[in-house]
Structures are given as C-alpha cells and as structure tokens.
C-alpha cells in the first residue's frame, strides 16, 4: 500500500487502535495529521515525535467549530479515519439517562462532524480520496448489544452514515467504509474481561492493516462497505 506524500487524518490516534493505525500509515509512508483532546493527550501519544506526525489539540470532535478549525489547516488531504469514540457499558435500567447522549455525541456526532469536515477538505484537494469509520459488531448485528443499547445504538448510527455518504459522494472518486470490530484485544479490555479467550479477539495492528488498505489508493473498488473485523470472536 503506497501512501508516500499523502496526508492522512487520524482521529482517535492515541487510543490503542489509533496508536495502530498511525503506525501502519507511517509505515506506508502517509504524513500523518491526528487531533488529540488538549496538550497532554498530546504529549502521551507514542508517535508524537515522528517527522511526518502533525499533533493538534483541538479539543471536542463533537464541536463543529473545532473540527472545522482542524481540517481547514490541512492542505492536500487524502484520507481521514475516524476512531474517535466512547464505549459505556450498562442495561437501560441500570445506565444513567444522559448514557445515549453521550454515547451518541462521543460517536455518531464526531463521525458524522469529521466526515463533513473531511468532505469540504477532500472536494478542495480535488483528487478524490478515502473515509474510513469505525462502526462495531453490536451496531451491526444489534442483537449482540444487549446491556450496552446506547452504544449499539450510535454504532449502528456510524454505519448507516457510513453507507449513505458512501452513495452521496461516489461519483467524486471519495471511497466511505467502516470496518465492525469486536472485542479488540487491548489492555483495558483485557484488563475488564480477564477471564476472556484473548487469543480469539482481533489485534490492533491486524485491524489497523485493514484500515489501512480501505483508506490507500490500492483500494480501486470497494466503498460503502462495513467490513466486519471479529478476529476469532
């Protein structure tokens, strides 16, 4: 996958699988531009260092104002990934109310700002180009969201996103995917399930190596897809 002079956004980076993702953009050659929170989300980021890594504290993906500021200062974008996310565990009656708001503004809310911001900034580029989201499982196959319905519920809002957009700005070589994970073997997740067949959940840098094919100019054909990234789960 030849990425060499693309610029690519990275949202989410410092989480594990963004720190993933990264790696494997740089590896590939891509220019890397990744919003953190505030300066030190910043400054705990792994790749920070990295020549061809552009750290920006933007504040909150879900403020329109700060997602605009960040992309209006990328010139020649090529792909944006958007893994910038929440997770909250809980049954309806047990989670508090604010939970669905929450869980939709941490994800559907920021997808859908950094798709329209990566649209305006794609269009200005004039070359076409690639989105990339990051659905899961339960917002797939819902049913597997039982004790977690907010979260299900705003994944599933990432993946009809995904899909819509998809069709809305085909015409304009601009690729949209998503890939559904599972249970991404990560320390806090084995750390919350312990007694878990870690071995059978996807590794970051496996999911990241799918990401980034969907977000190279390799990938000539595929677009509106979710791409399920369960590993052995």
Request: proline residues 5%; charged residues 15%; hydrophobic residues 50%.
């Amino acid at each position: 996958m030849d990425l060499n002079g693309r610029n690519a956004v990275v949202t989410g980076g410092a989480g594990a699988l963004g720190t993933a993702v990264v790696a494997r953009l740089l590896a590939e050659g891509a220019t890397c531009h990744v919003p953190a929170f505030d300066d030190a989300e910043a400054a705990r980021f792994p790749h920070a260092g990295h020549e061809r890594v552009r750290l920006c504290a933007t504040g909150d993906l879900a403020d329109w104002n700060a997602v605009e500021r960040f992309y209006a200062g990328i010139d020649g974008l090529w792909a944006s990934i958007h893994l910038a996310g929440g997770f909250d565990m809980g049954g309806i009656a047990e989670a508090p109310p604010e939970t669905f708001a929450r869980q939709m503004s941490m994800n559907a809310a920021t997808c859908y700002l950094c798709c329209r911001a990566a649209v305006a900034a794609l269009r200005r580029a004039g070359a076409g180009g690639r989105i990339v989201n990051v659905a899961a499982r339960p917002g797939v196959e819902p049913r597997t969201g039982a004790g977690m319905a907010a979260y299900a519920a705003a994944k599933a809002a990432v993946a009809a996103l995904t899909q819509a957009l998809a069709e809305e700005v085909a015409a304009e070589g601009i690729w949209v995917n998503a890939v559904a994970p599972s249970i991404l073997d990560t320390p806090a997740n084995r750390a919350a399930m312990p007694e878990a067949d870690h071995a059978a959940w996807p590794k970051t840098e496996q999911v990241a190596q799918t990401i980034a094919f969907l977000a190279a100019p390799d990938n000539a054909v595929t677009r509106g897809a979710v791409v399920p990234v369960y590993g052995g789960v």
